[in-house]
């Protein structure tokens, strides 16, 4: 006897520096005024008037005289409703979010309990208990680091929209509603008159109603302006109105510079001099000044963010690792130099650049030319580093329901619970006089480690002899004559670096930040039940397995575990339901056994079982759709000591039958679908404790 069940154990938001769940916070609100209003003015009576008309002449006596004294006429009605409509929210819309570290876990498993074979034991005998765990694929675990998220958004959403309706009522009324009435009549009994000419009736609508809506939007804004966000949806930045404060930004290389002046004292023959060519003592010399400023470096700081998804190591046992920039600094060597010594040391690379504009703005020039010798660029780098790994097996109590005998590693103890059993586990359990239930308890054991440190590097960067030259010219012709087009022209030419080195100097580990392994709470405990019998029968039985057909509605049995193999793994429209009883192999030679035939049903895509051979015989011969199989197993045809009932019933509907050893089952099925035509008992079988 066999039962396998699939269990998915799983845990989310569990904390990633020990034991207990992250702290995980995520905050969106709006903070302000809202509002839905609707105005109306419900129905307004505009006008009522007098409505007047003029009945034609037909020119037949007879028939105008009768409108000759028509003196009351109808009226018309106007209403009116009139309504403002008006919804919006103006305000902030606030968001925070923060996460203290967190890891979410999976593991799925298949659990297989399995009795050995109890045929012709006897009380105080034992027999196998095995436990096999299998891990699935598909489990792991993924981590989130330590991140807080903000932002806050200024809303102005307003919606505004004038509506109504107007209603037009008429009606004909009194002497001449009847007036119009006897025209038309005489004009029908004149027209129906041989040999007369026809006169056209007078068709106006005795009544009527129109009624129409319209509506117009006032106003409608709906603007969102960013106020503040810093690593909004993780995206590692920080803006106030949308732009970085200072010019810096998180992840993005920031410029360091120094502002270097340099002195120079004027020409000798440019020297003041007095009125005989001689210096004059009296004036100072003149010294100028120039500064320019001296990049001598970049620095970038980042907001660390690790995501680390595990791959499989081996089953239960999955690992992953992660690296993020912290803070990263490249030094330009040269031009700490040029700081250091206050200039004298000149720039080893220089970026100049000249424009020329004449005063009508119709012709500008620029050019300049870059250069550099000799570049030296150097820094470290602190990067964060995660590497974790998970292990997890299933542990398993089996709770008895009344005390056993059982044989635990060669060790023979009389309990009512194993304890938890890691693993898959193989055991020995003596039959006693009465039948005991089971109840196995299934738990996830395992250990997360977490190792999180902060590393050094330092980068070297060289690169020599690199230059560029640039011209351009813009002629604003258009400024002269707008008929003309302006031009355009330009020239960038760039050499080098002819040589060029990369090279990572240094690179380790310089702390743990953190280092310890712990276990992840927050798993299901699974549950599943099964019997132990007391006693076998004297004879073998194997498992006929069970499936339910999604697609075609009906139910397959086989006890052939290469086919069930077939199913499981190819036919995911059928459904694995475990054992549906027990029966006999057909070569058993069990006194009173007889073979159970198998049909299967070629056009429905079913199978048929039967005991009776002129059964079999009837459909061989009469329903060719029906391709024999042979003998599936064997069964009884009558109740023997320990046998259940197998349940027959026929679907008037679809065709096919149905078969269960479930009272309940069977219960169901007589009760509520009547399309199954009840055909009692259609073998006996052998229970599946399990």
Do not use: C
Request: glycine residues 10%.
């Amino acid at each position: 006897m066999r039962v396998q069940n699939r269990f998915t154990f799983e845990t989310v938001d569990q904390n990633l520096w020990g034991i207990g769940n992250a702290f995980v916070e995520d905050i969106d609100e709006f903070i302000g005024a809202t509002w839905s209003e609707t105005l109306t003015t419900g129905s307004v009576s505009i006008v009522s008037l007098p409505l007047g008309i003029n009945l034609p002449k037909s020119g037949i006596g007879v028939i105008d005289k009768t409108l000759a004294n028509i003196t009351s006429t109808g009226n018309i009605d106007v209403e009116a409703e009139f309504g403002l409509k008006t919804d919006g929210k103006v305000g902030f819309d606030v968001g925070f979010m923060v996460d203290s570290g967190s890891v979410d876990a999976v593991l799925p498993v298949d659990v297989v309990l399995e009795l050995g074979s109890t045929a012709g034991l006897d009380e105080d005998d034992f027999v196998d208990l095995s436990i096999d765990v299998a891990v699935l694929p598909g489990g792991g675990f993924s981590t989130n680091f330590p991140e807080v998220q903000t932002y806050l958004d200024l809303v102005y959403d307003v919606y505004a929209q004038a509506f109504g309706a107007v209603d037009v009522d008429w009606a004909i009324s009194g002497p001449l509603r009847t007036a119009i009435n006897g025209y038309n009549k005489a004009v029908d009994t004149w027209n129906n008159a041989p040999f007369t000419p026809d006169v056209p009736r007078f068709n106006v609508p005795l009544s009527g109603d129109v009624e129409t809506d319209w509506a117009a939007t006032l106003i409608d804004v709906n603007e969102t302006e960013e106020v503040f966000a810093f690593n909004r949806d993780g995206d590692g930045e920080w803006r106030i109105f949308g732009e970085p404060p200072a010019g810096f930004q998180f992840g993005e290389p920031y410029e360091l510079s120094y502002s270097v002046d340099v002195k120079q004292k004027q020409s000798k023959q440019n020297e003041p001099k007095d009125g005989d060519g001689k210096v004059d003592q009296k004036e100072p010399a003149q010294v100028t000044v120039d500064s320019f400023d001296v990049p001598f470096g970049e620095v970038t700081l980042t907001i660390p963010d690790i995501e680390v998804t595990s791959t499989e190591t081996r089953p239960g046992v999955y690992t992953g690792s992660g690296k993020t920039e912290t803070v990263a600094t490249l030094l330009d060597v040269d031009g700490v130099a040029t700081i250091a010594t206050s200039g004298f040391v000149p720039p080893l690379e220089q970026d100049l650049s000249a424009t020329f504009r004449d005063s009508k703005g119709i012709l500008e020039l620029g050019a300049g030319v870059e250069y550099n010798l000799f570049d030296i660029e150097s820094g470290p780098a602190l990067p964060v580093s995660q590497d974790f790994s998970w292990e997890a097996e299933v542990e398993t109590n089996l709770k008895f329901s009344e005390p056993v005998t059982l044989s635990i590693d060669g060790k023979i103890q009389t309990v009512t619970e194993t304890g938890w059993l890691s693993g898959s586990a193989d055991l020995e359990i003596a039959l006693g006089d009465s039948s005991v239930d089971v109840t196995a308890e299934h738990r996830i054991d395992n250990t997360f480690f977490n190792t999180t440190s902060l590393g050094g590097r330092t980068d070297l960067i060289i690169e020599a002899l690199s230059a560029g030259l640039f011209a351009n010219l813009d002629i604003n012709l258009s400024k002269v004559n707008g008929a003309l087009k302006d031009v355009t022209a330009g020239i960038n030419l760039g050499l080098g670096p002819l040589a060029s080195i990369e090279e990572t100097l240094i690179e380790g580990k310089l702390l743990d930040l953190f280092n310890d392994g712990f276990s992840l709470g927050g798993f299901q405990t699974f549950e599943s039940d099964f019997s132990i019998p007391a006693t076998g029968p004297d004879f073998e039985t194997i498992d006929v397995f069970r499936f339910f057909n999604t697609l075609a509605g009906g139910h397959f049995f086989t006890t052939n575990p290469g086919e069930r193999k077939f199913v499981l793994e190819t036919l995911p429209s059928f459904n694995a339901e475990n054992v549906g009883f027990e029966a006999l192999a057909a070569d058993s030679d069990a006194e009173g056994a007889v073979p159970v035939f198998r049909f299967f049903n070629t056009k429905a895509g079913g199978h048929f079982f039967t005991t009776d051979p002129s059964e079999r015989d009837f459909v061989e011969e009469t329903l060719p759709q029906f391709q024999p199989e042979g003998v599936g197993f064997l069964a009884f045809e009558a109740e023997v000591e320990g046998s259940i009932p197998v349940y027959r019933f026929f679907n008037t509907q679809a065709g096919g039958h149905f078969f269960t050893a479930d009272p309940n089952e069977r219960d169901f099925v007589q009760n509520n679908l009547p399309n199954f035509q009840d055909e009692g008992v259609g073998f006996y079988a052998f229970p599946d404790l399990f």
